[in-house]
Structure formats: C-alpha cells, structure tokens
C-alpha cells in the first residue's frame, strides 16, 4: 500500500450452478436483512487505486467513467419533488455538455444515506450497494429506451449511438466513507468476466451484469470526493466494436484510510439516457 493505493476487500459474485439464470430482488427482506437472491458471493482483496492529481488517466471512452468539478445549484436532496423540478434540469444541461449528446433523458434517481444497521428495504432507505456490479445489460438498456420513451421516438433513436450513464455525486460532506469503486473497462475480460441476473422488483424485472473475480481488474477511486465533485459511470454503450469502454463494474468499499470519525456517506446518483446525433 501507498499514498496511491490501498489494499481493499470487494464482495465479487459468482454464478449459479447447471446454467441456472441468476436473479435479485431490488429490496432486502425486512426480517432477514438479505435480498433473496440464488448465487454466490466471495471477498477478495484488491488494490484500489486514488486517481486524484491524475484524473484525466480515465475517460468515459477509455475507463468508462470520467471525474469532473461541478458545484450543483440544488444541494440538499430531502425531496424527491425538488430534485426532479431542480436538480433534473441543469443535470440534463451538464451531460450535454460534457458528453456532446444531443439529448439526455432522467429515468431515475436513487439517494443513499449510509446508517448502520438499517434495512436496505424501501426507496428511501437506500444503503450503499456492497457487491461488484453493471447496472444494466444490452437487453436491458434497449428496454429501457421503450420503457421510458414516446413508442414514435424509440425506433429512431436506437439507430444511432445511444448510452446509458450514471451522474454520481456526494450530498454535504466529502466521501471519505464508503466510497465508491470504479474497474477499468480495459482490465475486464467481457465475455468471462460478468453474466447476466434478474432484477426483481416490487411490479415488474429488470436485468444487470453480475461480476465474477479476475485478478487483472485495475479499481480506481477518487479518494474524499466532494459535493462539488461528479462522476460519470458508463453503464452501457451501443457501440461494441471494441473502440469504447461499454460498462463499468462498479461497488461501494470500505476504505481502511478513512479519517476516523468521518461521517457517514451520502450520495446521489441520477440514471440517464444518453443520445447522439
């Protein structure tokens, strides 16, 4: 371990047996604590990487995220109804700008407050999410568009370039606790690596990527980032000509170099539609 790097243990998955689908409900039980799910999980320790002072080593394109300094207008996120009548808009305005997408589309949101002991079961009792993961998967991310898209906009759009990415940011105090993990694009093997599971939710399913452990996985993270700091998660590309980073696995961790005493994390992250002319 370094100044730079820190030594970490991740919670990867590992895929169920006989070529059963995978699958995870969205909310944790509220007597067990656990989210039903049918495969397994394994801690192993990994060097973790501090890019602060080198953030331009990784962009969407190559690593599949990219840290950028943006103060938002809107800093509280107690409500729902003033995150999407506030914080929408000018997020929508900051991916166009930063990406060059002609048009962006909020699909959702999800506030995490970190506290100890509660029950990841409900909206607003998000934790922070402890196993490495995509957000979605091809299949998925074409639903996606249809679900949340006017029925005559949707053919057209999926012709060109689209992408699904996340806006992620720290709520009133620097992530030093819990913060979030991000894997080079480069160091993942995409056809051995991750396999696809089940979301399932209260009224319907979804897909994501489970991520299994190889040892050539290069994790970075920006250590203490601030509210006034973003990152841009790629969770899915439709260019797949091996030219673009086309997903992110990514993971809350907890960082033995965390000050003591630093509070607990609070983040939002914002899941977007991203199109291209």
């Known amino acids: 371990m ?18 059963v689908r995978a699958y995870q409900s969205l909310d944790a039980d509220p007597i067990t604590g656990e989210r039903k799910r049918n495969f397994g999980r394994e801690e192993k320790e990994v060097v973790v990487e501090n890019v602060r002072g080198r953030e331009d080593t990784v962009t969407l394109d190559t690593a599949g995220f990219q840290f950028f300094k943006h103060a938002s207008k809107h800093t509280t996120f107690l409500n729902d109804e003033d ?45 922070p999410v402890s196993q490495v993961h995509v957000d979605q998967t091809t299949d998925s991310a074409i639903a996606r568009v249809h679900r949340h898209l006017p029925a005559s906009d949707a053919p057209k759009l999926l012709e060109r370039r689209f992408q699904i990415i996340n806006l992620w940011r720290p709520i009133e105090v620097p992530a030093f606790d819990w913060p979030l993990g991000l894997c080079d694009y480069r160091s993942v093997d995409t056809k051995e690596d991750v396999f696809p599971m089940a979301l399932i939710y209260p009224d319907r399913e979804g897909e994501t990527l489970g991520v299994k452990y190889n040892p050539n996985h290069k994790w970075k993270y920006l250590r203490g980032m601030t509210p006034e700091e973003i990152v841009l998660i790629k969770c899915f590309d439709s260019v797949q000509d091996g030219s673009v980073a086309v997903f992110t696995p990514h993971t809350g961790f907890n960082d033995p170099t965390t ?12 899941r977007t539609l991203v199109f291209y002319d």
């Open 2 to 19: 370094s100044d730079l790097t820190t030594t970490v243990s991740l919670l990867y998955l590992t895929p169920p047996e006989g070529g």
């Open 83 to 127: 995150i999407r009548s506030e914080y929408y808009p000018e997020s929508i305005e900051l991916i166009k700008k930063l990406t060059g997408a002609s048009r962006v589309e909020i699909f959702d949101h999800t506030v995490r407050r970190r506290n100890p002991g509660t029950v990841d079961d409900g909206p607003d009792r998000r934790q």
């Open 259 to 270: 000050p003591e005493g630093a509070p607990f994390r609070q983040s939002i992250e914002m």
